[in-house]
């Protein structure tokens, strides 16, 4: 039950390894983002993080990986740009789960997301309005 459930969730749900390499890849993760899992396992990170965030994103992970901890771990979210397939900017939300191996060490993470983009749009035009009044 618990593989049907994280394979067929409609978060997305991506597991990448201590590399930055996409190790999971579920069915919420194919609808937000458009790539298959076939087209996402194997592959950077960087498939679906918007050029001009690879660099602050990346050093991120890498404290995280060395650290074992985030701030953004515990219920947390992070609302970040990414990209879809087709090159679309999407916005996202997520939580991150820091996966460890038996002594300890990091292993990668998991990550929750969901696509928030139609929120992101609906916010920004209500503030452009607001502002222009």
């Known amino acids: 039950m618990a ?6 969730a409609s978060d997305g749900i991506v597991y990448s390894d201590d590399q930055g390499v996409i190790r999971f ?3 919420g993760a194919e609808r937000i ?3 298959t899992a076939a087209e996402a ?4 990170l960087d498939l ?6 690879r660099a602050i994103h990346w050093e991120g ?3 995280v990986m060395a650290t074992g901890k985030s701030r953004y771990e515990k219920g947390a979210l992070l609302s970040v740009p990414a990209l879809h397939k087709d090159g679309r900017r999407i916005s996202v939300e997520f939580t991150i789960v820091p996966i460890h191996d038996d002594q300890g060490a990091m292993m990668g993470m998991a990550s ?3 696509d928030v983009t139609a929120r992101f749009e609906e ?6 309005q607001l502002a222009g009044r």
Do not use: C, D
């Open 48 to 53: 679906i993080i918007p050029e001009r965030q």
């Open 112 to 114: 929750v997301m969901r």
């Open 3 to 8: 593989q049907a459930l994280i394979h067929t």
């Open 25 to 27: 890849w579920n069915e």
């Open 41 to 44: 396992l194997g592959k950077s």
């Open 33 to 35: 983002f458009g790539f």
């Open 123 to 128: 916010l920004k035009a209500l503030r452009k």
């Open 61 to 63: 992970y890498a404290r």
